[in-house]
């Protein structure tokens, strides 16, 4: 009896859930107060800032190339509408719970302390690997722009790559920069991505203006191009659907538009780091719902239109994978286009390692100020109000992963993260609608639970069209959050000090009613 009584006081402690009212009294803390000073705007700005960069400046030409041809512009499409369903599920509870940490803090106040803890581990990794992917593509791009000015890098500080061993200093130097701006504070951080999101939304509509008279129309057929099994790809490398449902892995077709969806999907990585900042917004339960909403309806139409008009001007056969939009130009004569594109690509891709830095640091944050790490990361600057320890730390990890990594192929392993924190998030709002319908919710994510639920199998249907690897690599980072969390977490957490449990023998009295 004592047993099941054992059992089952560790199964509510993993549970245990962090009610709202809590998460909000933590943030008035003095000592671990952020300073509220963005609006709508600079949210959605924030949002196409992140956006607005890998997807639309690398992945384009990857995935027309490999996965869908000319049709990658529906493979955007069905990205968009998944982030979409799950869009309305991040903006109730971001106007519900205007905390720091994003879906960390919305699991947390519905599904219990386990499953949070996961989904924030999961983000801080997913969020600092992908600020390392881009700092190194950011690296690649300034390194074009030398080698066309006549002065090449030595190859020790150019990074890994081809079989050599160096290391990137120019990958390392932007993530170091970045961190500075983010300790000095928001305000200023906001001030920056306004006017590199400005400069590089300039960029991507003249690709569109510019590139629409550079159509050929013949680099449209086939749109969908038919189903090809190239030889030496294994059920390790093929999307795990495939291989689940015994079929022989193979690109394009129509399978080729949901493997496209789920590679581009990196690209739409941004609108739910913006309710990671919903506790530094002046006006949380209005501006947060409307800078994610916004920031995906603008960046999806800025897709579309970038892919319909670079399969347009180039065979996506022919397309480069480095710098498809820029090499486009080039490959059409037009090399004033090229250098154009080339340098709002290395502006663009700044400000979304600077807001993926932003994120990371602020799930950290919080998952730090529940106990579930160190206390000492849970403390802001007495002058600029950012939590500026935690943001060095990570900035100089971040920072090294960059200068000594080559990272070409693990956007992948960045998607299957955020998908499951997607998954997550509707299936918290669903639970919070049940146990909390009390709770004040100034946006409220319409026909509950359909969406939601649509929102899970979408997220879990691009989550199976990734390879079979990503899933492997996924479950042991997740392995080895369990083991973190139950070596340090469970018994340092705020929450099991605030409700311990209570012993009962097999002889005690029942707690009275």
Known sequence: MSTQGGTTRTRNALFRTKSVERSIR????????????????????????????????????????????????????????????????????????PVAGSAYTFSYASLGELPAWIIGWDLILEL????????????GYIQSFLSNAGWNMPAGLTGTHDGHFGFD????ALILVLTGILVVGMRLSSMVTNVIVAVKV??????????????????????????????????????????????????????????AAAIVFFAFIGFDIVATAAEET?????????????????????????????????KYSKLSVDAPLSDAFKA???????????????????????????????????????????????????RFGTPYRTTILLGVVVAVVAGFTSISELANLVNIGTLAAFVVVAIGVIILRRTRPDLPR??????????????????????????????????????IGFAIYFLYGVRHSHEARRHPPVPRGPDSAPPRA
């Open 202 to 259: 300039v960029v991507v509509l003249l690709v569109v203006v510019v590139g629409a008279f550079l159509i050929t129309g013949s680099n449209y057929s086939p749109f969908i191009p038919p189903t090809e099994h190239p030889s030496g790809v294994s059920g390790f490398d093929a999307p795990l659907i495939q291989v689940m449902a015994g079929f022989t892995p193979g690109n394009f077709g129509i399978f080729g538009i949901f493997s």
């Open 442 to 479: 100034s946006f409220r994510t319409p026909l509950v639970p359909w969406v939601p639920i649509a929102s899970v199998a979408a997220s879990l249907w691009l989550m199976l069209n990734l390879t079979t690897e990503t899933w492997l690599r996924f479950a042991i980072w997740m392995a």
């Open 332 to 382: 059409t004569g037009h090399p004033f286009w090229s250098g154009v594109i080339s340098f709002g690509a290395a502006v663009g891709l700044t400000s979304v390692c600077m807001i993926l830095l932003l994120g990371q640091s602020r799930v950290f944050f919080a998952m730090s100020r529940d106990g579930l790490l160190p206390a000492a990361f849970s403390q802001v600057h007495p």
């Open 282 to 314: 002046r006006r949380p339960q209005r501006d947060v719902p409307r800078g994610i909403l916004a920031s995906l309806f603008i960046c999806t139409l800025l897709y579309v239109a970038v892919s319909i008009v670079v399969t347009g001007m180039q």
């Open 26 to 97: 933590d943030t008035e803390e003095p000592e671990h107060q952020l300073k509220k000073s963005l609006s709508a705007l600079d949210l959605t700005v924030f949002g196409v800032g992140v956006i607005i960069g890998t997807g639309i400046f690398v992945l384009t030409g990857q995935v027309a190339k490999e996965n869908a041809g000319p049709a990658t512009a529906l493979a955007f499409v069905v990205s968009g509408i998944v982030c979409a369903l799950a869009a309305l599920c991040y903006a109730e509870f971001a106007s519900t719970v």
């Open 169 to 172: 200093i120019l990958a390392c």
């Open 128 to 139: 600092a690997l992908g600020a390392a992917v881009v700092a190194v593509g950011w690296s």
